[in-house]
């Protein structure tokens, strides 16, 4: 089932240190992007990490999950030099949404965007943005996250 | 290390059911490829399977191995699909050391390689291919695995 969800750019984030947000922070890395598949890495919070293989979209999409031991992860993240997106993840429930508001790091600094998923299109168009959140950028590829790995924000 | 071996095309195979031979069956099959790293499957005799990611000839050669179930490998074959090969390998003690004799077979049916591992560039040198052996063809990138899998067989 495809997502449902909506994206926007966000200038100046709120604060973050009410005590209703909680921070993931998620460093992201491509070993190999091809037509067929991407195999990328993540690990979180420096701690649990896994390997993905991802069919490209098609027919029948295959999405794999596989652990990495932190020694492992440590070994291929080398491997993504070049194709990376560092980021903490700030999530807050907000009615019956989950905020995901991303703030990006390193070459991508100065980048932060907002997510949220919804069970239905209805439910999408008729959410209202916080008034922090900026130009709506859903389905541009350019703010997907291996766009981001590969070229830089736009 | 670099390993140091030689592989000679074998036109006519010996008799392999003689008692000397082991045999196990290999289904390779590559994710993906780039410029950067090579990721593959292989689950040898229907049972364990691997994935594997490596990382382009360079200064720092990464080869890491992930251990898979059945269903994963089975979920992640169907991508490697016009990137596999899969072959018997038939392996024999002589002497000193361990002929690897590979008999392909699908699209790379007719081909069979002998393979042997050296400890020295001196013992590859002495070592005298047995009378079935035929071409040398060793460092010929065109009877790589990957080569194989990718542009079938020279």
Known sequence: ??????????DVPPPLDDGTWSASRLEQGYLAITDD????????????????????????RVEEELELDGEAF???????EGR???KT???????????????????LSGLATLEVEF????????????????RDVTGHKAY???SLALYGAP
Chains 1, 2 share one sequence.
């Not at 089932?1 to 966000?10: A, D, F, G, T």
């Not at 019956?96 to 390193?106: A, C, R, S």
């Open 1 to 10: 089932m495809p997502e449902i969800e909506r994206k926007l750019l966000v």
């Open 84 to 86: 990376r997106v560092v």
């Open 37 to 60: 598949a991407e195999v990328r890495v993540r690990r979180t919070d420096g701690g649990a990490a896994r390997l993905t293989v991802k069919s490209a979209p098609g027919l029948t």
């Open 119 to 134: 069970a239905s299109e209805e439910a999408a168009h008729a959410w209202a943005p916080p008034a922090w959140a900026g």
């Open 144 to 146: 997907a996250n291996q």
């Open 74 to 80: 440590g070994r291929l993240w080398p491997l993504t």
């Open 89 to 107: 993840r700030w999530t807050r429930r907000d009615g019956d949404v989950l905020l995901e508001l991303d703030i990006y790091e390193g070459s």
